[in-house]
């Protein structure tokens, strides 16, 4: 799983993005990785987590998968959040799931030049960072059923693909140069 590109993201040369989405399935290290690439580029990071409705986190800590109606004003609140920093200038990452086509369609509505990195995965490993994790409301049962929905990102979208099984720091260096590199 080597690092590539969907369609390389565009912007001015010399500029981060104003808006990146690390995105993927639970237990792929949005968290992390978004946290640590927020401060590598001097942004903002947005926990997309912390704006899940509470009746969101109910359902998925009982171990009930969202649908894609539930997800919506989730969706919702990260767009806006993003296009509230995006648009007073600030440069922003966000850790959101995005696990669909139509879920990184919705978030573009609020911003079209969002660049999704994916941090790819497999289900063995998801499961065992899950099932580690202390404190979260994300039970290990449920990333089967994130892996059931997932639509990596096409060929068409402003998107990049990370194996997420580097080391965080090696994430965020390989996600600067493809962005660096897609720039100039």
Known sequence: MDEKTAQAPTGAAGSVPRA???MGVAGCGKSAVGKALAAAEGVVFVEGDRLHPPENVARMASGEPLTDQLRESWLDAIGERIADLAGSGQGVVAACSALKRSYRERL??????????????????????V????????????????????????ADEQALT????????????????????AKS
């Not at 079209?112 to 497999?122: C, G, H, K, S």
């Not at 289900?123 to 960072?129: F, G, H, L």
């Not at 994790?133 to 990102?153: C, T, W, Y």
């Not at 990370?162 to 590199?181: E, H, N, Q, W």
């Open 131 to 154: 099932d580690a994790r202390k404190g979260h409301f994300m039970p290990a049962s449920l990333v089967d059923s994130q892996f059931a929905i997932l639509e990596p990102p096409g």
């Open 162 to 181: 990370v194996d997420a099984t580097r080391p965080v720091a090696d994430i965020v260096s390989a996600v600067a140069s493809l962005l660096a590199g």
């Open 20 to 22: 990146i989405v690390v």
């Open 108 to 129: 573009r509505g609020f911003r079209r030049d969002i660049v999704f990195v994916y941090l790819e995965i497999d289900p063995v490993t998801a499961k065992r960072r």
